[in-house]
């Protein structure tokens, strides 16, 4: 799944490849994609691509409809000392997407002319520009979790609106983690990769993250000291900023192989820890796997995967 380094490189190369670009359309080729209605995607016609950010895991196409374009600023000199109505902010329309597990954004040069079709294939959406480049967000799978909403303001998509702080932020400081974490009786691991606790951090960077800091996925938060939460913060955005300078200016296409090649634990059950040689270990959940050094985190004691202990009773 694209985590905060991913969806950052992400709008980075949209920045890079295609502000200033006039949509001509974007379709859904599977329905329950869209979660909005209200304005629909026919809306986007004609609008340009102003700016491309980031909110958590959620990449957001900030665009002006055609009809806006240069307006309000005229009007706004001559007005003498009335206050120029802020008109720009709330006539933009924002096409925000979450990528969920498996969905990636693929660019391309030249864009077949004809919409997307509802079909069994990856394709779940289709944004094409009036110069015939565009993307297509993909998820392989017949259930698409991958989502997408076309609205004026970020906060009315519910999982934008309900988001924590983001840890790239520049007041995201050791003392704003320790506010997170105080008497929260469950465990690290899973605080970190709730979005509304903090935003960005999934199953991969979270794991990261607590093999960098040398720390037990499974220590309740509330037990970490200061000097643990100042440790904590510092492998918190260092992680996540080393792997964002790592895939910046790479292509999307490039993104998925760099971010697994950056990772030292994550998804490396059974290899070597690339620290002190151990083994990587793994405790299986219901639908996703933590990994983590034993060695490193747990002070050489393995972790009880119920899973496997299930398994040999
Ligand atoms: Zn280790």
């Not at 519910?158 to 988001?163: D, F, K, N, T, Y």
């Not at 709730?194 to 800091?213: P, R």
């Not at 690339?274 to 972790?303: H, M, N, W």
Request: aromatic share 4%; net charge positive.
């Amino acid at each position: 799944m694209p985590e905060l380094p991913e969806v950052e490189s992400l709008a980075a190369d949209l920045r890079e490849r295609a502000l200033g670009r006039v949509i001509d359309r974007a379709d859904i080729a599977e329905f329950s994609v869209l979660k909005t209605y209200d304005p629909p995607l026919a809306a986007l016609h004609g609008a340009t691509l102003t700016d491309v950010t980031r909110h958590g895991k959620f990449l957001d196409l900030i665009t002006t409809p055609a009809s806006n374009s240069g307006g309000s600023s005229a009007r706004a000199s001559s007005s003498g000392d009335r206050l120029p109505q802020a008109t720009t902010a709330g006539d933009q329309l924002h096409l925000i997407t979450h990528l969920a597990r498996g969905g990636w954004l693929r660019w391309r040069e030249e864009m077949p002319s004809q919409p997307a079709r509802p079909g069994k294939g990856p394709l779940a959406f289709r944004l094409r520009f009036t110069d015939g480049a565009g993307f297509d967000l993909t998820e392989a799978g017949t259930r698409k979790r991958l989502a997408v909403y076309l609205v004026h303001d970020p906060a009315a998509v519910p999982g934008v609106a309900s988001l924590g702080p983001d840890p790239l932020a520049p007041d995201f400081t050791a003392d704003v983690l320790g506010g997170l974490l105080a008497g929260r009786r469950t465990q690290i691991k899973g605080v970190l990769r709730d979005q509304k606790i903090i935003a960005g951090i999934g199953n991969a960077y979270s794991d990261e993250v607590l093999h960098a800091a040398r720390m037990s996925p499974f220590r309740l938060a509330s037990s970490l000291t200061t000097e643990d939460v100042e440790a904590l913060h510092k492998v918190i955005v260092e992680t996540l900023r080393s792997a964002v300078e790592r895939s910046a200016g790479l292509a999307a296409s490039e993104l998925k192989k760099e971010k697994k090649a950056g990772l030292a634990v994550h998804g490396r059950t059974g290899e070597k820890c690339p620290v002190c040689g151990d083994v990587i270990r793994e405790v299986s959940f219901a639908d996703s796997a933590l990994q983590y050094c034993a060695t490193c985190q747990t002070g050489g004691k393995p972790l009880a995967d119920r899973r496997l202990s299930r398994l040999l009773k």
